[in-house]
């Protein structure tokens, strides 16, 4: 059986061929101005359930740097405050020792009555409006003392303290979590205890320090100051607790973003183009189309009359 070649025939095989060109242009084009393999999932063929639980773990990574950047500053503002406790415990006793040391209690109020400003001004430090050592009661003052008075007898030390006792805690990767917090109560409530008993022995019938230190003085400085070395200790202890829930919550945070780079990576692997080998594809899809189109014009301005009427004439 002889198979006829007929116009109609030729015009479908090279205008298919032509649509499979524009095809191809039409998708390295796209390629090229996205910078992606494709458009959607479809396009990426076997590599789609690689992609999908790549970006699945990517957004869990995401949202754990974004959470763990957004702590270490609001740590950075915690960490200034335990600090600040720490300084007026040490800069307290200080105070007191000089006092004793040169037998005169001129200024010695004066001193803790700024120390405790500066104590009450940390312990109820606010981050974003909410109190940072508030226990989870976000909007409570958590030190509601005001002033050396309040603390005159026979008020207790820990009826000042609001906070709620829940001690913040903050994931920092998939299985960890850990202290990033403190409750006011337990950043100050030691130091203020000893604020009280200098304000009780203020207003006492043996206080009234100034001029020249009496006996009595002399012995409740010395009590004071070992109560407040034991203080000092104690914050100290605690602003390097803090310091090293920070450099935990840092050392994730890099932890987490290195993983972010690397799955972003993975991902661009599985789905960006190779500049190059795209802009050589669209070329030779556009040489493709140019060619299917010069071919398929050729054959429309051609029939079997034209050699049959040159045949004729000859």
Not at 169 to 178: A, E, R, Y
Not at 281 to 299: D, G
Request: charged share 10%; proline share 1%; no cysteine.
């Amino acid at each position: 059986m002889v198979t006829r070649v007929t116009t109609a025939n030729t015009y479908g095989a090279i205008l298919s061929d032509l649509m499979a060109a524009q095809n191809r242009q039409t998708t390295a084009g796209q390629q090229v101005a996205t910078g992606k393999l494709g458009s959607d999932l479809v396009g990426f063929g076997s590599q789609t359930r690689n992609i999908v639980a790549t970006n699945t773990v990517k957004a869990r990574v995401d949202t754990m740097v974004d959470q763990l950047k957004s702590l270490n500053v609001k740590m950075n503002f915690q960490q200034s405050a335990v600090q600040q406790v720490s300084d007026v415990a040490s800069q307290l006793k200080l105070s007191l020792t000089n006092a004793l040391a040169s037998g005169q209690g001129d200024g010695v109020m004066s001193d803790v009555t700024s120390f405790f400003s500066q104590a009450m001004q940390a312990l109820n430090t606010q981050y974003g409006g909410d109190y940072l050592f508030s226990g989870g009661q976000a909007q409570t003052k958590p030190f509601t003392a005001t002033g050396l008075s309040d603390l005159n007898s026979p008020a207790t030390v820990s009826s000042f303290f609001m906070d709620g006792g829940l001690i913040p805690t903050n994931q920092i990767d998939d299985s960890t979590t850990i202290q990033t917090g403190f409750l006011a109560s337990d950043l100050g409530q030691s130091l203020m205890t000893s604020f009280q008993d200098i304000q009780n022995f203020q207003v006492g019938t043996t206080g009234s320090f100034g001029g020249p230190l009496t006996d009595a003085q002399q012995t409740f400085l010395t009590s004071a100051i070992t109560q407040l070395s034991t203080v000092v200790n104690s914050t100290i202890q605690t602003s390097a607790l803090g310091g090293d829930m920070q450099a935990r919550v840092t050392a994730a945070s890099t932890t987490q973003t290195d993983r972010q780079t690397t799955l972003t990576s993975s991902l661009g692997d599985m789905t960006d183009i190779n500049e190059a080998n795209a802009a050589a594809a669209l070329t030779q899809a556009q040489t493709a189309v140019q060619a299917s189109a010069q071919v398929f014009m050729t054959l429309k301005g051609m029939s079997l009359l034209n050699y049959l009427s040159g045949s004729t004439g000859g």
